[in-house]
């Protein structure tokens, strides 16, 4: 099965200009999430979906951070403006539900931000 | 808030030692995962632990969950070059969501 798919890989803007993430999840996967990783460190959750309802957001950033995953396929996440913490690795995974043994999380290779 | 500690933070052995990661909280999980993630790529799953006092292997990868599914540790034998990675310990309680260790950098030299 095709897995998680990201992009862009890299991207790289100046603090205060406007970024977008795109995530395509595994077919059929209900479940969406959006990971911060910042160098060094563990992901952190953002936000995770249940097809397209938000069933957590609470360490989303948002005055900055916005997410969507519209026809609970695809999702994208925002950032404006951005910050210079903000430079991390953006990962998204999927699985099949709620319920982690029996779904187990896949995810993408992420996308680099660098904010200078 | 619950909390994942790991530890070490950092491993650097040479080819054919064995080492142990720890995870350790204050919290009951109700099931806990390692993941290994290398350079460039998400975490990929190796194991999930759900019952206090299990232990599972996964060829020269041993993982024990502890007795009140508070901490877990993961001991790899032999190791190898291609073990050099970020370890993850991941665990869930009673609301699904899925929290992070800091992870464990091992680097194994030839």
């Known amino acids: 099965e095709a897995g998680v798919a990201q992009s862009p890989r890299y991207k790289i803007i100046e603090k205060r200009q406007s970024v977008a993430f795109w995530c395509n999840p595994i077919?059929?996967?209900?479940?969406l999430y959006w990971y911060q990783q910042i160098l060094g460190q563990g992901p952190k959750l953002l936000i995770q979906?249940?097809?397209?309802?938000?069933?957590?957001d609470s360490q989303l950033p948002k005055d900055r951070f916005s997410a969507e995953r519209l026809k609970g396929v695809d999702s994208t996440l925002k950032i404006q403006p951005a910050k210079l913490e903000d430079s991390a690795v953006y990962l998204c995974?999927?699985?099949?539900?709620?319920?982690?043994?029996?779904?187990?999380?896949?995810f993408g290779n992420g996308t680099r931000l660098t904010v200078t | 808030t619950q909390l994942l500690e790991q530890s070490p933070q950092f491993l650097s052995i040479q080819e054919g030692e064995n080492l142990t990661v720890y995870c350790n909280s204050s919290?009951?999980?109700?099931?806990l995962q390692w993941y290994r993630q290398e350079p460039g790529e998400g975490p990929v799953l190796l194991v999930t632990?759900?019952?206090?006092?299990e232990v599972k292997k996964l060829k020269r990868l041993t993982f024990q969950f502890g007795d009140a599914r508070k901490d877990s540790s993961l001991h790899i034998t032999a190791a190898q070059p291609g073990d050099t990675g970020l370890y993850l310990c991941?665990?869930?309680?009673?609301?699904?969501?899925?929290?992070f260790g800091q992870g464990t950098t091992l680097q194994v030299k030839p």
């Open positions: 979906f249940q097809n397209n309802g938000v069933v957590d």
């Open positions: 995974a999927s699985s099949l539900n709620i319920g982690l043994l029996n779904s187990p999380l896949h």
């Open positions: 077919s059929g996967h209900a479940t």
């Open positions: 919290s009951v999980f109700s099931s």
């Open positions: 632990v759900v019952t206090g006092g």
């Open positions: 991941a665990a869930s309680g009673n609301t699904g969501k899925l929290i």
